[in-house]
């Protein structure tokens, strides 16, 4: 495993996500990804799988501080009165008294930032959480909010075919990290021709590729969703080789600034 060291905090450079992953699905997977040796899980409050996501790792015999676990609270919880309660019962559902990483899930049209990232820095400061964050947060939101606190990530989609170099960059410059989410653009980097070639020279999928080349930049982790175990496993046997800089290049040149998770709450990408 490699690693993304925030606040001296090592944090797993390849997670498990879990969006759409419910019931036994969920149970199942987030057991099985920790006995082979997954120690990041990614989740969220409006995922409506913490429960089992907590009743996994409680399950499991891997202790919870060696873990990372992340996180986030909904739209609906963003108000200084409510983020609080929502962490509360997060917590409750994980079975845990804290978590690794607590995100703002979207940026809210409705409540101020600095509003929600004071509340969360406050459930840090009482050890709910060991690092706060943000996530489908624009460079302008990011730069805003790095004014209110200290933010160590901003979770967002990234993966071959959409680029992100003003949040790399910024990111890189803050201390932060990256966290790629939709990594396998949700199963599309399978059919790609480039990632094909690549993986035949290591003997390696396209998923695996896509997955490499995304831990192998500095400041970034990515977090898969599988619900196959083969996927899971798969996913995970990514760190015995390492792509050149061209091969890195040749992957970073897919960028076709394809966005597939753009909901109308979304902010203006490009503000
Ligand atoms: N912060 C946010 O707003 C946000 C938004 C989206 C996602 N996320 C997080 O990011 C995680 C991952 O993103 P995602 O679920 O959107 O998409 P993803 O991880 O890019 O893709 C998941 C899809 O790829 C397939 N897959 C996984 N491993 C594979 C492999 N080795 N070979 C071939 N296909 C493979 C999965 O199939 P099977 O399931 O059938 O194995 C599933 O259909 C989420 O689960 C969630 O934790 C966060």
Known sequence: MEFVTVDDIDIPALGFG???????????????????GYRHIDTAQIYDNEDQVGCAIDESSVARDDIFLTTKVWRSNVAADDVAPSVEES????????????????????????????????????GKTRLIGVSNFTPAMVREALQVTDIACNQVEYHPFLGQPDLLELARANDMMLTAYSPLARGRVIDD???????????KS????????????????????????AHREANFQIFDFQLDSDEMQRIHDLDAKQRILDPDFAPDWER
Do not use: F, N
């Not at 690794?100 to 930032?113: G, R």
């Not at 021709?193 to 003997?203: E, N, Q, S, V």
């Not at 896509?210 to 175990?229: D, E, F, G, H």
């Open 91 to 126: 917590l409750r559902k994980l079975r845990t008294d804290y978590v690794d990483l607590l995100l703002i899930h979207w940026p809210s049209d409705t409540v101020d930032h600095d509003e929600t990232l004071r509340a969360l820095q406050k459930l840090k400061d009482a």
């Open 193 to 203: 021709p480039t990632l094909i070639d690549i993986g035949d020279r290591y003997d």
């Open 206 to 229: 396209p998923a695996q590729i896509a997955l490499r080349w995304l831990t192998q930049q500095q400041c970034v982790s990515a977090i898969p969703k599988a619900s196959t175990p």
């Open 18 to 36: 879990t969006w759409l992953m419910e019931g036994a699905d969920c149970h199942d997977g987030v057991a099985h990804a920790l006995s082979i």
